[in-house]
Every structure is written in C-alpha cells, then in structure tokens.
T-cell receptor, first 115, second 113 residues
Framework: GAGVSQSPRYKVAKRGQDVALRCDPI?????LFWYQQALGQGPEFLTY????????KSGLPSDRFFAERPEGSVSTLKIQRTQQEDSAVYLC?????????????FGSGTRLTVV | AQSVTQPDIHITVSEGASLELRCNYS??????LFWYVQSPGQGLQLLLK??????LVQGIKGFEAEFKRSQSSFNLRKPSVHWSDAAEYFC???????????FGAGTRLTVKP
C-alpha cells in the first residue's frame, strides 16, 4: 500500500481483556517497528522485526506483550490482561532497509484506552 | 545509552516569524539524528535526517537543521512559519546497527495569526 496502515484506530478495552493491534506495512519493507507513545511523551521502542524474524524485543514492558509477523508482512501486537498503564498510542513503522538511513514511515497509530 | 532532550515543551510563534526548536542528545559515537512532525491524530512524518557530511541539512516543508558536535545539538529551524506548521515536533537519535531509536518528549508548536 501507499502507507503504513494500522487498525483499529481506537480501541477501548476493559481491564483484564486481551487486545490485538494490527499493522500493515508498506509493501516490500523489510523492517518493522512497534512503538508505544504515552500521552505527552515521545514514542518509546517496543520491538523490531526484520522480515519474519523478531530480532529485538527488549522494549516490551512485560510478558503480557507479544508481537508477531509470521509471513514477514503484516504484524500483530497482542497485549494480554490489559492494565490501565497500557493506555497509550501504539505506533507501527516500517523501513525499506535495516539501515536507519532510510528513516521510518509511521502509521497513524492505534489509541488504546483501558478502563 | 543514548538520550534526547527537547528543553521546550511548548512554543508559540506568530505566523511569518522565524522558528528554532532545540534538541540536545547524549551519545558517545556520532549518531543518526532525525526530526519528525506529528499532527493531531496522525503518525510521525520525517522532516529531515543527518548521518554525516554537511552539518546543515535541508528537509521538507522549508525546514532545516544544523548538527553541532561540540554542543551535542541538532536544532530545527524555519525562517518563516506558516499556520499549517502547528504540530508536535520530535527529535530522535539512532545508532547504526542498534534498533533502539530514542525520541525526545516533543515540542508543541502553536502558531498565532
């Protein structure tokens, strides 16, 4: 596609509910990143994929967070047993190359509110 | 670990006035440096980037930024601000072969008519 597509745009979850956030990167982009952006803050790195391989998950805040990209294109970020502190905008970005010189193309994000 | 500081949380300028947004970074090696802009409800759009070479880089929408190694700074400038420039601006630092690109907390720009 022309850009990075994320769905849903908004998600309200009850505390304890599981959620799944989808990212559809630009076709052919090798690298895919997930970021978490809390209100009034800059994005914080969660995890990185190169094709289908999850090469870095050091930013995932707890074992309730899980990400996958099974066929090297679409990625899903899953949060189990959501907590209020998980409320944030979750941004997906993709890049043509692992070389950050290309910069990232970001999606519009999914705003998750846990009530 | 690398870090990014944007000292100004909120800046207000008049339309047509010049703009400078400050960014300071902390890292031992020469990092990759970026400026992104985020409009409400939107993702981040890359304005410009620096890796090496000429320390004054030009970006989209008439923005430019200057890398000053001695000051560990990468300030964003625009000679004449337009009302459509009102948004949140993020400075980011990345390291080659490291996936953890760090963003500053952002500077919100308000443009007065």
């Amino acid at each position: 596609g022309a850009g990075v597509s994320q769905s849903p745009r908004y998600k309200v979850a009850k505390r304890g509910q599981d959620v799944a956030l989808r990212c559809d990167p630009i076709s052919g982009h090798v690298s895919l990143f997930w970021y978490q952006q809390a209100l009034g803050q800059g994005p914080e790195f969660l995890t990185y994929f190169q094709n289908e391989a999850q090469l870095d998950k050091s930013g995932l805040p707890s074992d309730r967070f899980f990400a996958e990209r099974p066929e090297g294109s679409v990625s899903t970020l899953k949060i189990q047993r959501t907590q209020q502190e998980d409320s944030a905008v979750y941004l997906c970005a993709s890049s043509l190359s692992r070389d950050r010189g290309y910069g990232y193309t970001f999606g519009s994000g999914t705003r998750l509110t846990v009530v | 670990a690398q870090s990014v500081t944007q000292p100004d949380i909120h800046i207000t300028v008049s339309e047509g006035a010049s703009l400078e947004l400050r960014c300071n970074y902390s890292y031992g090696a020469t990092p990759y440096l970026f400026w992104y802009v985020q409009s409400p409800g939107q993702g981040l759009q890359l304005l410009l980037k620096y890796f090496s070479g000429d320390t004054l880089v030009q970006g989209i929408k008439g923005f430019e930024a200057e890398f000053k190694r001695s000051q560990s700074s990468f300030n964003l400038r625009k000679p004449s601000v337009h009302w459509s420039d009102a948004a949140e601006y993020f400075c980011a630092v990345g390291v080659y072969n490291n996936n953890d690109m760090r963003f500053g907390a952002g500077t919100r720009l308000t443009v007065k008519p």
